[in-house]
């Protein structure tokens, strides 16, 4: 019934298997991954027919977690997988990113890539091989495909290269990579790293890429062995003469100018105006005679815009390339006027407004207590997030008007890198045991806002006084390449990112690389590329950072608009003792001095209050009711119950002691009642505990007459 295929190889220490012919028989081309007991179903679909209208390339790719994979339910009432996690979602992009540049232009079918985690072992991680089996399902299927492509993690511990490192091992590296590409470039990377050198890190590269090879061969040896359907044929249109004769000689000279107009918006408005213009004399060839109209058919249109926009874009590369004239006039290697200000929101705990030409983040930091950690549930056991950093793109950044809706894809992206840059230069919880959220918001965007989010973050974590390690810049890389030409491009503007080859972040310290991501839109790049792209980076970085440091040359204090926050360790046999019956202690407590209190197992108590005095009246509660009687301390107590033999006194919460009538006073006291009363309070010294029970004195406290 089933023409299974089957192939195994060894990839960093661990057993990676394929199969294909027996589970989703009718996708286009689907395959099983196994790595150790992770289990991955891959699958890759097309439409029937390109979609109308468009000219871009429509890639969907899904990764999509299922809890029975661990074998848990999902939480919540409805019980069902809904929209997928963060975490999810970045994996997607982490597989889009190095498969959308080997579609062949002018191909616009749909493509669906699926991948299900069908099983994950907690030690495997899905995301190591996802590229590999869409990489696989997409060369099996009839979908046109320049592949194959793997990807690989890259680990760096004790100054060794760690192939597809386990998640436990991965947590202990100083580099976190994902590289992907084919077996002659790179084609896509993502990095977090301890403050490495560009030459660490470039090597962490290289050692992917020489095991991404191996995996390419691999897939061949199977592709060969199953067969491959045939490959769709579809139709590369070509660029009607007609309009190619016209545009060329009526609007290059002027295309020239226009692209090399100052300022984002006034090129923008000049391009377009001459767009308008050269149709407008287009469209003269095609007026009725008789009745005037214009009888242009719409298709000719859209093939002329489409081609105006292809000249534009091959006379703005040509002029960097070979001219090294950027359109707003800048060197190869320089960077936008920048402009940093902080504490600029009056209310706010740390504030920042970051500006690299036009592109600007107003950033804001906040500090919360441990009620305001994030519950992070996924495949992994559930665990809280202390830091976390969200971006915000507004229609209206880039002079638009549009909806208002929940981040998408790419801002969630442009979050994760940005938070990734920041959390290696962060406290500990023990030195800073605050909950850090940033929220950047993109106000004016030109290129590189995810970069912009991160300068902006270090200077608005300084501003709430977070004190981070160093500060943390970023800058993004660009590329233009014909052939065996090419220039690598410091601080990209949008139109150099669109009309451009490659999209190269990089963000660290002074001492190193913390986060690093590249996009490319060619088949790949080279080593070469790599290492003059990370040495421009370097340079732009520390020039970025000397701005940063005049700007806020460390953190400050704690804005007094932050909670105050105390820990301290209880022995943790007095942890029923602070909670009490039902709560009740401490309670008590909170309703006295309006702190939060987060009491862990191991003894720990965090106490989170408005201002110092509070938090000292906490700290003094809290002792008092866990602190042990001690011998030849002295305490204000309080009667409680009197006997003919001496009154009770509690001398501590919960805790009293026995004042015998002979240590009242160094008089006779005939009767208790008759010197005391219940209620009344003074000072008394504990002077012996015997078989747990505290003996107290007045008399000691007095001078003998």
């Known amino acids: 019934m089933f023409n299974e295929k089957t192939i195994k190889m060894e990839v960093g220490g661990r057993e990676l298997k394929f199969s294909t012919g027996k589970i989703a028989r009718q996708a286009g081309g689907s395959v099983i991954l196994e790595y150790g007991e992770t289990t991955l179903l891959v699958t890759a679909t097309r439409s029937k027919a390109p979609k109308s209208g468009i000219d871009f390339f429509p890639l969907m790719v899904d990764y999509i977690e299922k809890f029975y994979a661990v074998g848990r339910m999902p939480g919540g009432f409805i019980k069902r997988e809904s929209r997928p996690s963060v975490d999810a979602t970045l994996i997607s992009r982490l597989v889009d990113r190095p498969l959308r540049p080997l579609f062949p232009e002018g191909f616009y079918n749909d493509v669906h890539i699926t991948i299900t985690t069908l099983s994950y072992d907690g030690i495997n991680l899905p995301e190591t091989v996802a590229a590999l089996g869409s990489s696989m399902a997409l060369s099996l299927s009839d979908i046109p495909f320049d592949g194959p492509v793997a990807g690989v993690i890259v680990g760096y511990l004790d100054g060794e290269y760690i192939l597809n490192p386990t998640k436990e091992v991965l947590e202990k590296c100083d580099i976190n990579l994902s590289v992907a590409g084919t077996k002659d470039a790179i084609t896509m990377v993502e990095a977090g790293a301890k403050e490495v050198s560009e030459e660490v890190m470039l090597k962490a590269i290289m050692f992917g890429h020489e095991n991404i090879k191996k995996l390419c061969e691999f897939q061949e040896a199977f592709i060969e062995e199953v067969g491959a359907k045939e490959k769709y044929d579809f139709e590369l249109k070509e660029v009607n003469p007609e309009i190619k004769d016209f545009i060329d000689s009526n609007g290059t000279l002027k295309l020239k100018e226009a692209i090399v107009t100052p300022g984002k918006h006034d090129k923008e408005d000049a391009v377009n105006l001459l767009e308008e213009e050269l149709l407008i004399g287009f469209r003269e060839r095609f007026l009725n005679a008789e009745t005037g109209e214009d009888e242009t058919p719409a298709e000719l249109v859209k ?5 105006y926009h292809d000249l534009m874009k091959k006379l703005v590369r040509e002029a960097i390339l070979y001219q090294k004239h ?3 006039g800048r060197t190869t ?3 936008r006027p920048l402009a940093m200000e902080i504490d600029i929101l009056p209310k706010t705990h740390g504030s920042a407004l970051f ?23 996924g495949l992994d056991a559930e665990y809280r997030k202390k830091f976390f950093l969200h971006y915000n793109f507004p229609p209206y950044s880039v002079g638009e008007a549009g909806f208002m809706r929940a981040p998408g894809r790419r801002e969630l992206g442009h979050g994760s890198l940005a938070e990734r840059a920041l959390s290696y230069v962060m406290p500990s919880e023990e030195e800073f045991p605050y909950t850090v959220r940033i929220v950047s918001e993109i106000t004016e965007s030109n290129g590189s806002s995810s970069q912009a989010s991160i300068c902006g973050g270090s200077l608005s974590l300084m501003s709430a006084g977070v004190p981070i390690k160093s500060h ?22 949008g139109l150099e990112d669109h009309l451009g080859d490659m999209d190269f972040k990089v963000a660290g310290t002074r001492e190193g690389i913390t986060a690093l991501q590249m996009d490319i839109k060619i088949d790949g790049i080279s080593e070469e590329v790599m290492r003059i792209a990370l040495k421009q980076a370097l340079d732009a970085r520390l020039f970025i950072l000397e701005k940063m440091e ?22 943790s046999e007095k942890i029923a003792t602070l909670i009490g019956p039902a709560g ?21 108590v965090s106490i989170f209050t408005n201002d110092g005095e509070q938090l000292s009246a906490t700290i003094k509660l809290i002792n008092n009711l866990i602190e042990d009687v001690e011998i030849g301390k002295v305490y204000l107590g309080r009667v409680t119950k009197i006997m003919n033999f001496g009154a009770f006194m509690e001398v501590l919460p919960g805790k009293e002691g026995l004042l015998h009538v002979s240590e009242i006073d160094h008089k006779r006291v005939e009767k208790v009642e008759n010197v005391l009363k219940i209620g009344d309070e003074f000072e008394v010294k504990a002077i012996s505990i015997e078989k747990g029970k505290v003996n107290l004195s007045r008399k000691a406290l007095l001078e003998k007459i």
């Not at 093939?303 to 081609?307: I, L, M």
């Not at 690299?356 to 992070?376: C, N, P």
């Open 584 to 604: 009740k202690n401490i309670k008590a407590i909170i309703e006295a001095t309006g702190a939060t209190i987060d009491i862990e197992d191991s003894g720990k």
């Open 355 to 377: 500006t690299r030409g036009e592109t600007q983040a107003l950033v804001v930091t906040t500090l919360g207590t441990k009620a305001d950690e994030q519950i992070i549930d």
């Open 303 to 307: 093939e002329f815009k489409t081609y």
């Open 326 to 328: 950027r359109a707003d």
């Open 472 to 493: 943390v810049a970023g800058i993004a890389m660009g590329l233009i390449k014909e052939g065996d030409d090419f220039v690598v491009l410091t601080d990209i503007m």
């Open 333 to 335: 290697e320089e960077i």
């Open 550 to 571: 005049k700007a806020i040359p460390s953190s400050k204090e704690i804005s007094p608009l932050a909670p105050r926050i105390h820990t301290m360790n209880i022995n």
